[in-house]
């Protein structure tokens, strides 16, 4: 395509994504406790009750006990199931996938439904751990597609040369394939953490109403009234984001975790 | 050649303990689901084990109906609009180098992240009357008053394109990646023009993955259960927003579920018909 034509399709979409982040994040900025674009007078005391105001303190613990435990687990699920299916080739390879990337597939909304009345139906309904199970199930698909990506990536001919030197299968899992895919594991963690940090509506259907998490207290307030901390939530939360993704593409092939061959 | 069929019990817990966390954590909610949807309702949010069909029939109520219609349609506009947008300009991205790529794909990923509520709120102050970008159009004169355009339809299709948009380039990514450079050169080489070439070879090449993308796209979107209360107007709440209240707020569990169903079927099918006609184009040469 024409390289002018492609750079302006391009600036546009940039735009397109951008702007809504601009307008934000200058409304962040707001001295008053007021919404205005351009901010009148500048300040950062919106940030600043972010993280001294309970109101938001507390879904910020929350969001993120629950991030760094669900993004563990999915990982915990993924590694053996796909460090199998690559190790092994069994007829029930596809199925075993296919379970592994179901949840992702489908429209949230009905996954969600099903958590809710599971935890109704055990009792669990409510409590933070139901909503850590939940999106560890629930982000599997992350670690699995990248650590299955990672996998495909070694060749037979390392694990065979290890093994022609000695190593029992354990020896060659932790001292050849583990170093390997760490970069993999990383990135599959790093994706379902900000993911489940980001999660409403599985979260809000499994514990909504007792543990508040970032987002569901961001749609709470959006009843009673817009304030600058919601801006300023919405800022952290694209900062954050940009910098794992930075991380991961700076301690890894970020193109190469995405598909590209 | 290393032994490829799995040998004593070590090799089959690998895949027994994750297998077994997915059974139980998600098909047997999905199990429930199916029993519940035909379960009576009890009032107080619970529920009686039966065999009560009425949740299903009340599928064919003129207002379920309007639901369903409108689900769809915003569902299958948002996919378009999308993979119009999408289809080229990740085609352009990646014939970029490969730094350009990475702190394109990065940004990509964190737009992807962003919450539903945060993506609804940006909009909703974007599109506002104080704070929205009506004020910069009065600035530069286009305008006379600023000017409140959510909520809306309009507003609505931009939420969802913005919640759409980067899940389309990163579906497409890895095809398009692979896409043989020598594929459109070879067509500029014999004369044809450079857009000429992507519309003539480029897109025909990329027809399954592009019908893939429209499909999870339209089930994606399907799923969108914040933006239209949002960004839309009663009139434009969808399905999903149907079935969480209905669960939540109805306490009216069987109906909800029974949704559910409905709507994973319209899913299920939807995925069944893109994976039979991948594999059917793939199959040709």
Partial sequence: ?261 | MIDRSPRGAGAYVLAFGPGLMLAVFFLVPFGIMLLVSVAEAVKGGAYNLAFDGSHYARFFTPFFGRVLGFSLFIALLTACICITVGFPFTYALTRLGHRAQVVWLVFILAVLSLSEVIIGFSWSILLSRTAGISNLLVWLGLMREPVAWFPGLAALLCGLTYLGLPYTVLILYPPLSRLDPELPEAARMLGASPLRSFFTVVVPAMRPAIVATVIMLFVFTLGAYLLPQVLGRPQHWTLSVLITDQAIFQSNLPFAAAMAIFLMGVSLALVLVTSRLNRRAMGSP
């Avoid at chain 1, 809504?20 to 009148?40: D, T």
């Avoid at chain 1, 669900?70 to 199931?81: E, T, V």
């Avoid at chain 1, 009345?117 to 409510?126: A, D, N």
């Fill in chain 1, 1 to 261: 395509m024409n390289r002018t034509i492609t750079n302006l399709g391009m600036g546009l979409v940039f735009s397109f994504l951008i702007a809504p982040l601009i307008v934000v994040g200058g409304v962040s900025l707001n001295a008053q406790k007021r919404l205005l674009f351009p901010p009148e007078g500048l300040s950062l005391r919106w940030y600043g009750e972010l993280l001294t105001d309970l109101a938001w303190l507390v879904p910020v613990k929350n969001s993120l006990i629950i991030a760094s435990c669900s993004a563990l687990l999915a990982l915990l699920i993924a590694l053996p199931l796909a460090y199998f299916l690559w190790r092994y080739r069994v007829f029930y390879a596809k199925a075993l996938f296919t379970l592994g990337v179901a949840p992702f597939v489908l429209p949230p909304v009905i996954t969600a439904l099903g958590f809710l009345i599971f935890w109704v139906t055990l009792g669990f309904y409510g409590h933070m751990s139901a909503v850590v199970i939940s999106h560890g199930i629930f982000f599997v698909t992350l670690p699995l597609v990248t650590l299955s990506l990672g996998f495909e990536s070694m060749g037979d001919d390392i694990v065979e040369a290890a093994r022609s030197m000695g190593a029992d299968e354990r020896m060659v899992f932790r001292s050849v394939v583990l170093p390997l895919v760490r970069p993999y594991m990383i990135s599959g963690y790093a994706f379902a953490f900000v993911l489940s940090l980001n999660e409403y509506i599985i979260a809000y259907m499994v514990a909504g109403f007792t543990v508040e998490t970032l987002p569901i207290k961001i749609f709470n307030s959006l009843r009673y009234g817009y304030t600058p901390v919601m801006a300023s939530v919405a800022v952290m939360f694209a900062l954050l984001a940009a910098v794992v993704f930075a991380l991961v593409a700076r301690f890894g092939d970020l193109p190469k975790l995405l598909g590209k061959v």
